[in-house]
């Protein structure tokens, strides 16, 4: 038996492979197959666009797969969310679809929208929320470079967004947050059901999981007499409990801790004042809690 993966194309596909890496299996990809070949012999890999994973997840296609929470909405897939994934092509956090108008229009909130026209890929969740705001406008779907749009050829555009940066290089401003996404491990509704692949889904989830959680992290270990125990502790962030433990030698302990990998140069420094030796930092791939 084998269970059927989607891998994301495009935008998160490297992302995404490099999230599986980390979790421990090894895919690799080749320019002129859709089919990435992956060293767990129970796993059987296809790359689909993240906007048509979910259709294809819940008609069986695939068992499962990776894609925006955005594409679910967007598709209204009747999908089991196995896990959040919050990672994303450019920061490891969600991404927004907002809406956004030209900084010299008129436009300011989602009222101002009624009877405009509106670009977007996210067409079927547009329509629902100005449904929900009561406005009626023309929703446009957008084939690709949707912020150059207006104001020729749309009033506004619902795009999605990690840090603005685009929209504001078009002369862009944001109105409103449309919805929030973030990826999502989703699976067949039937596939779920069944044992033996809910069983590997709950394996993959749980090592997914623990690569994200590590992400950022780095893992440092230490050396320090017991008398000065105390003061390199203290030099260590506030709520961090390392694992202490005995050497050979009864007046040496050994420290491990796991902290973020922004603080460490500035740690390293005054561990090494307070009187630790052989200092070991290294890189972590899982941390499964």
Known sequence: ????????????????????????????VSTRSYFP???????????IRAQEMARYVEDGILD????????????????????????????????RWVLAAPESSDIHSVKDLQGKIIATELVGATRRYLE????????????????????VLADAIVEVTETGSSLRANKLKIVDTVLESNTQLIANIDSWKD????????DIRMLLEGAINAL?????????RKADLATVLSALPALKKPTISHL???????????????TV??????????GAQGIVEYPLNKIVM
């Open 64 to 95: 499962a797969g990776l894609t925006g929470h955005d594409w679910v909405l967007e598709n209204d897939a009747k999908v089991e969310t196995v896990a959040d994934l919050i990672y994303a092509k450019q920061s490891f956090g969600k991404v």
């Open 37 to 47: 070949a992956i060293d767990d012999p129970e796993i059987e890999c296809m790359l």
């Open 265 to 274: 140069r500035a740690i390293i420094p005054r561990l090494k004042e307070a």
């Open 195 to 202: 044992a033996w692949k809910r069983r590997k889904l709950e």
């Open 132 to 151: 929900r705001h009561g406005v009626t406008a023309k929703v446009e779907f957008s084939w690709g470079a949707t912020e150059v749009k207006p104001p």
């Open 1 to 28: 038996m084998k269970l059927k993966i989607g891998i994301p194309k495009g935008s998160l596909e490297t992302a995404t492979i490099d999230l599986f890496r980390r979790a421990g299996f090894n895919i690799s």
């Open 248 to 262: 050979s030698d009864d007046e040496w302990l050994a420290v491990n801790t796991i902290l973020d990998e922004t």
């Open 216 to 224: 950022g992290k780095v893992g440092l270990m230490l050396n320090v």
